[in-house]
């Protein structure tokens, strides 16, 4: 499925930043855990990611109840344009089907688009659209914000990648 074919049906949340860089800037923050974890690790965090299709992603958030982990594998890897992956709880908060994370990356005349879509409620039967404003309500910009903020200060000093390392 390319870019242009993207549909994230009718349940979804959707949330978008514009960022002042080209989309050879802004993707390899999506192309290592280090770069990832220093945006995308923002009320939850980042515990694995092996930016390859099927490659692991697994995340841990405290919720009133205690820590739980959730994540999935990548499904779409598609270079300065789209990442996706399965998303759901490895714990008894699990779905009967996994929803979907999707971040495209969109050239515009001033730089980048960043959509991240949460996706798949459909899928979900009658819960789906009672999750999908439950997570309409939770999701925010500040991992996008951050994404935003880190391109930019990595810009200014003139480094062309973000930082990279092993995990």
């Known amino acids: 499925m390319s870019h242009a074919t993207f549909s994230p049906g009718r349940l979804y949340v959707r949330r978008a930043v514009a960022i002042a860089a080209a989309p050879g800037e802004v993707w390899p923050w999506f192309t290592t855990f280090e770069a990832l974890a220093t945006w995308f690790s923002r009320g939850h965090t980042l515990l694995k990611f092996e930016p390859e299709i099927n ?8 919720l009133e109840d205690g820590l739980h982990h959730f994540g999935g594998r990548i499904t779409h890897y598609e270079p300065y344009r789209r990442l996706t992956l ?14 979907y994370l999707t971040f495209l990356l969109t050239a515009q005349t001033q730089g980048t ?29 500040k991992h996008l914000i951050a994404l935003r903020e880190a391109v930019t200060a990595h810009s200014a000093t003139g480094q ?3 930082p990279n390392g092993t995990r």
């Open 86 to 99: 399965t998303n759901n709880w490895f714990d008894d908060l699990a779905w009967p089907t996994p929803t």
């Open 160 to 162: 062309l990648s973000p």
């Open 113 to 141: 688009l960043v959509e991240l879509f949460h996706h798949g409620f459909d899928a979900l039967g009658d819960i789906g659209a009672t999750d999908c404003l439950a997570y309409e309500q939770g999701w925010d910009t």
């Open 55 to 62: 490659g692991p992603v697994e995340l841990s958030v405290e």
